[in-house]
């Protein structure tokens, strides 16, 4: 006769989240070489093999790591809300994050952003609607900006006030300020990356000028860090949805029931 037991498999917290941080790091550096010796650096002639190590033409593996890395995030954060609701301790604020990181992945993935920034310039060109045209004279870098900043600005600062309450591990509060370091260093390389080539803010004219290289070679490798940066912030973000999961499971371990 078997009698029912419990069988206690403990999960160790720390060495989790940091495999899962030095797996998506080293990923993401892997990216960043296959782009500088394959892609730039010409390993290969083969166009389709170079477009896919293409870190700047967003569709290619760099692109899918991304946006896969960011639905991940954004499912971990949909897990603690789970979590606090099953626990009486529901709180919209993760509901919010989760739903936000998983409309980035999809956009990241299907370029939503860029593409209706261009339809607004395309509306802009063509003379049917004034009121976009000024609108968008308003920015002189691209048209999306003007439309998404705002809005992603708007959830990021309320993000940022919700998790700097309810964060409690060790160093999460300091990984969050490294990812909004991150995003908003990345955000800015994408501004000076939209301006004219004259304009007076575009400092990647000056280093093209002051290294006397190509245009093409600076912008490349700013967008390639630009890139590098969005998914390092997601790496961030990821690891301290997945260390407050922790301790709102306040694990022990996993009871798994052996049926007799």
């Given at each position: 006769?078997?009698?029912?037991?419990?069988?206690?498999?403990?999960?160790?917290?720390?060495?989790?989240?940091?495999?899962?941080?030095?797996?998506?790091?080293?990923?993401?550096?892997?990216?960043?070489?296959l782009d500088a010796f394959i892609n730039y650096g010409k390993f290969t002639d083969i166009g389709a093999i170079r477009?896919?190590?293409?870190?700047?033409?967003?569709d290619g593996m760099a692109t899918w790591f991304a946006s896969t890395q960011t639905l991940f995030a954004g499912l971990t954060a949909l897990v603690v809300y789970g979590f606090s609701k099953r626990l009486c301790r529901p709180s919209?604020?993760?509901l919010v994050t989760a739903l936000?990181?998983?409309?980035?992945?999809?956009?990241d993935g299907a370029q939503i952003h860029e593409r209706v920034g261009t339809a607004f310039k395309v509306i802009a060109e063509r003379g049917d609607d004034g009121i976009v045209?000024?609108?968008?004279?308003i920015s002189p870098s691209y048209p999306w900006q003007l439309v998404f900043v705002p809005i992603f600005g708007v959830i990021g600062l309320y993000m940022s006030y919700f998790l700097w309450k309810e964060l409690s591990a060790s160093g999460s509060r300091i990984l969050m300020f490294a990812a909004l370091a991150a995003m908003g260093f990345a955000v800015g390389l994408d501004f000076i990356e939209g301006l004219d080539k004259t304009h007076p803010w575009n400092i990647y004219t000056l280093i093209r000028d002051f290294f006397?290289?190509?245009?093409?070679?600076?912008?490349?490798?700013?967008?390639?860090?630009e890139e590098f940066l969005e998914m390092l912030s997601i790496s961030f973000f990821w690891i301290v949805f997945a260390k407050h999961l922790f301790y709102v499971l306040k694990p022990q371990g996993f009871a798994i029931k052996v049926q007799p």
């Amino acid at each position: 006769m078997i009698n029912d037991s419990n069988i206690m498999v403990n999960v160790p917290e720390k060495k989790v989240v940091q495999v899962l941080f030095i797996s998506a790091v080293v990923v993401e550096v892997l990216l960043v070489l296959l782009d500088a010796f394959i892609n730039y650096g010409k390993f290969t002639d083969i166009g389709a093999i170079r477009r896919m190590c293409n870190i700047a033409r967003e569709d290619g593996m760099a692109t899918w790591f991304a946006s896969t890395q960011t639905l991940f995030a954004g499912l971990t954060a949909l897990v603690v809300y789970g979590f606090s609701k099953r626990l009486c301790r529901p709180s919209i604020g993760w509901l919010v994050t989760a739903l936000f990181f998983i409309y980035m992945a999809f956009d990241d993935g299907a370029q939503i952003h860029e593409r209706v920034g261009t339809a607004f310039k395309v509306i802009a060109e063509r003379g049917d609607d004034g009121i976009v045209g000024s609108f968008l004279s308003i920015s002189p870098s691209y048209p999306w900006q003007l439309v998404f900043v705002p809005i992603f600005g708007v959830i990021g600062l309320y993000m940022s006030y919700f998790l700097w309450k309810e964060l409690s591990a060790s160093g999460s509060r300091i990984l969050m300020f490294a990812a909004l370091a991150a995003m908003g260093f990345a955000v800015g390389l994408d501004f000076i990356e939209g301006l004219d080539k004259t304009h007076p803010w575009n400092i990647y004219t000056l280093i093209r000028d002051f290294f006397e290289t190509r245009s093409y070679t600076v912008w490349h490798f700013a967008k390639v860090l630009e890139e590098f940066l969005e998914m390092l912030s997601i790496s961030f973000f990821w690891i301290v949805f997945a260390k407050h999961l922790f301790y709102v499971l306040k694990p022990q371990g996993f009871a798994i029931k052996v049926q007799p």
